[in-house]
C-alpha cells in the first residue's frame, strides 16, 4: 500500500497562501511548482517543466509520470493548454484517473488479468469489468519515478518493478524520456529490460482537447487514422480476436473526419464502447516517419500530429467523463471533452498468439517511441 504524507499534502494550500506562490513562480500554464511538492512511499514529488526556444512548455510531475499540461501555440500565436489534468499532487492522488500517465507494465485490458508464459499461468488484478486494465490499481501510473533533467527541454523518468508486481513475472527496469523538441512536438521514448520472461506494453494516457477549452466537448475536431482495421470488443470492453475492415463502418477515419459524425449511428461496436474506445488496427509496414493520426481543431486551429513505433492507438473520446471531477483552474470534465490516442500493442495480445508479441525475455530490450507534434491550420 502506498503511503501518503496527509500531513504534508494538507500543508501544501497552507504555504502557498503564506507567500510561497507568487506570479513568477508559475508556469505559463498557471500551475504553482509548490503544490507538487510532497512526499509518497517515503519518495519525493515534484513538477518539472520544459521548453523550446518556441516559448512552448510542458509540465510533468514524477507521480504517475503524469503530462501536467502542455502549451503550444494556436493559430492566434497564443499559447494554449490541450491537455486535461489537476493543479495539485494532492489531487492527482486523491481523485481516481489516468490523466496525463504513464501507464504499466501493460496499458488497456488482459482478459481475466491471466496469461501464460512458457506454459506457465499469471494471475494479474481484475479491476476492470473482470479484467486486468493499465496494469492494474497500483499501476506505474500510482508510482513516484526517479526524475534527472539535463536541459530545459528533456526529462528523463526511470523506475524499477520487482518480480512479482501486481503479478507481473521478472525485476524490469524501465527509462521513458520526454522531449519538448523545436517543432513543438512532445517526444516520448520507452525502454525496458528484464531479467525473466515478461511482458510489457507501455504507454501515455494523456488527454487531449486542441480548443484549449476542456468545459465543452470535442465532437467536432476531426481525426484521420492511418489505420484500415480496428480491433472490435465486447461489452466488458474485452477484444473479441477479430480484426475488422474499418470500411463501411463508424469507424471508417482514413480521411478527415469529425469525430462526433457518425457517433450516434446504430452500431453495435459503439453501444458496447458507449462510444468510441477501440483499438485501431495501424496500416501494415506503413513508414513511421509519417502520422499514424491527425488531429485538427475548428476553432483554435490546433493540429496534433501523433507518430508512433507501435501497431496499434487505443481511441478513445472520454466517455466515462460525466462533469463530476473538476481539473485545472476547478474547470469540471465534461462527457467526451478529451480524446486520447495511446500507442499500444492490442489489448489482450498475450492470450491472442496470433497478434504482435508482447513477450520480452533477459538480453532483449523494449523499445517504443510516440510523439505529438504540434502546428496550426
Sequence with gaps: MKTLKLIAAAMLPLLAGCGQSSTQQLTKSGLDPALFETEVDGMQTALYTLTNANGAEACITNYGGRLVSLMVPDRNGNLTDVV???DSIADYINIDGNFGALIGRYGNRINQGRF???????????????????????????????????????????????????????????EVTYTLTSDNAIAIAYKATTDAPTILNLTNHSYFNLSGDPSGDILAESITFDAEA?????????????????AGTPFDFTSPKQIGADLTADNEQLRNGRGYDHNMVLRANRDTNLPAA????????????????????????????????????????PLRSA???????????????????????PGEVYTSACKYRFSTI
Design 230 to 246: 480496428y480491433t472490435p470488443i465486447d461489452s466488458t470492453f474485452m477484444t473479441t480476436g477479430e480484426i475488422a475492415p474499418v
Design 84 to 86: 486535461l489534468g489537476h
Design 116 to 174: 501464460s508464459i512458457d506454459s506457465v499461468e499469471y494471475q494479474l488484478p481484475q479491476n476492470n469489468f473482470g479484467h486486468c486494465l493499465h496494469g492494474g490499481p497500483k499501476g506505474f501510473h500510482h508510482s513516484v519515478w526517479n526524475a534527472t533533467q539535463p536541459n530545459d527541454s528533456v526529462l528523463t523518468l526511470t523506475l524499477h518493478s520487482s518480480d512479482g508486481d501486481a503479478g507481473f513475472p521478472g525485476n524490469i527496469d524501465v
Design 294 to 333: 491527425i488531429v485538427t481543431d475548428p476553432v483554435s486551429g490546433i493540429k496534433m500530429e501523433v507518430f508512433t513505433t507501435e501497431p496499434g492507438i487505443q481511441f478513445y473520446i472520454g466517455n466515462f467523463l460525466d462533469g463530476t471531477v473538476k481539473g485545472k483552474k476547478g474547470i469540471a470534465y
Design 339 to 361: 480524446i486520447c490516442l495511446e500507442s499500444q500493442h492490442f489489448p489482450d495480445s498475450p492470450n491472442k498468439p496470433a497478434w504482435p508479441s508482447v513477450v520480452v525475455r
